[in-house]
């Protein structure tokens, strides 16, 4: 796995109505096999951020490296899981979904295959190999996706608010076996979220973000031991301490918007 | 319920809806209202229909139309798809042949049969051509839509995975514009087999099911034209049905892609 550094990254958006300030000057390092959580209201950049990392958008200025490697259009030592469903190929099985990115490695279609129906039993999916996407719940389309974006062994994997679309149950479902999965993987993650109680169960370190433009307001060190209790009192101090600098201080559940 | 069970339903629906259309003909035909020799009863119309069926005659004039039909349905295919996928890629693409599809594509392709006659004169070149015209324009606008709807995610997913143009191509946006471009080969073989229709009753000589009723006019054989058109609508309907129906089934509704009609 490998570490990433992100330097003084600037994009502005160029809008019909002027210049928007995406991100400023943003900077942090993050370590091999970390899992870092980017949170903060709408508008901070997050996404913009993740975007950048992944090389969907090009910064103004600043660069990121990976390894070392700045960081030039989208690349396989990255996955990226999207927040939308409908990211999945509705024409490809669960399985031929996961074996597209080793299809385009050229990787032999025995070996690809073992590789997915591995990759689906992570992520608790080895009975669905065969079905299309309509056929699953949201939840098991997003473990889908996460191991498609596994599979084809990248060193970083991005995730864009991969379970914001879910309901409280699933998503905690979700928040459980992606713990499990990085514990296995030792992926680096960075993960975006608004939603601080989540942050505070993945991340070994929390990017708070604020708007306009959006910079980096505090980093924030979870030390807490794993598997995590969401009902601890240790594990409410974290949140209460992320929402203090987000500008928040009643109901710690609460996610922020 | 299953499948088969569904085919079966659907079936059965079918011929309760043909089954009502032909007594209300049967009940026209037999008012006294109509000469016989203008509105036949259908057991004059089946026997016309299988004794020509029998003869071989029936069915020789059903392959030439649907050769020239399948020929011009190719030929559109073979034109509509690719055109209509590089007029959603590329711009340039796009800004050269729309003017010329829009000028084209509201031209009636009955109104180009003298003129393609004198060009191409009377027999299979003329009709192929003609239905080779209409059936173009469907197919390469529902390509030209269909790639222009590929959710954008898809592609940004593919190309995370390290896609590159050539599979992003027929791995990605193929199958993704592929509700569309189905739909766009149903409508492409409706206009051509409209058309080649059209064009056999001016343009053909001796043989194809529309030459078939253009000729039978001049004898009043009623009951030979309503043959014909009874195999028109078969075989349109067996393609409508088992050829796309088939094709759908296999695959977009298969994924999910586009939904059955519930209830």
Sequence with gaps: ?257 | MTENGQRARSLIRAAITLAAAAAVYELLARSGYFAPALLPKLSVVVTTLIATLADGSMIQHSVYTLYRVMFGFGLAIAVGIPLGILMARFTAVENFFLPLVSALMPIPSFALVPLFMLWFGIGNLTTILIVFYAATFPMLFNTWSGVRSVNPIWLRAAGCMGADEHSLFWKVIIPGASPFIITGMRQSFLRAWIAVVGAEMIAASDWGLGWVIFDAKEFLNTDIMLAALVVIGGIGYLFERLVFGGIERATVLRWGMVRSAKG
């Design chain 1, 1 to 257: 796995m490998l570490p990433i550094e992100i330097r003084d990254v600037t994009l502005v958006y160029d809008t019909p109505g002027g210049k928007v300030p995406g991100v400023k000057n943003v900077s942090f390092n993050i370590g091999a096999s970390e899992f870092i959580c980017i949170v903060g209201p709408s508008g901070c950049g997050k996404s913009t951020l993740l975007n950048i990392i992944a090389g969907f958008l090009t910064p103004a200025a600043g660069e990121i490296r990976i390894g070392g490697k700045p960081v030039t259009g989208h690349g396989m030592d990255r996955g990226v899981v999207f927040q939308d469903f409908a990211q999945l190929f509705p024409w490809r099985t669960a399985l031929g979904n996961v074996t597209f990115g080793l299809e385009m490695k050229g990787v032999a279609k025995a070996e690809r295959e073992t590789i997915a129906r591995e990759q689906l039993r992570l992520v608790k999916l080895e009975k669905f190999t065969a079905s299309y996407p309509h056929h699953l719940s949201g939840g098991m389309q997003q473990r889908v996706a996460i191991a498609r974006a596994l599979a084809y062994n990248p060193a970083v994997l991005l995730m864009d608010e991969p379970f914001a679309a879910l309901d409280a149950l699933t998503r905690d479902d979700m928040q459980r076996l992606l713990a499990d999965v990085w514990r296995e993987t030792r992926k680096t993650v960075i993960y975006v979220t608004h939603n601080v109680a989540e942050a505070v169960y993945l991340a070994d370190r929390v990017i708070v973000m604020s708007p306009h433009p959006g910079t980096v307001k505090a980093e924030i060190k979870i030390d807490l031991p794993r598997p995590r209790d969401p009902l601890s009192v240790e594990f409410l101090e974290c949140q209460k301490e992320l929402l203090g600098y987000l500008g928040h201080n009643a109901n710690a559940n609460e996610p922020v918007n």
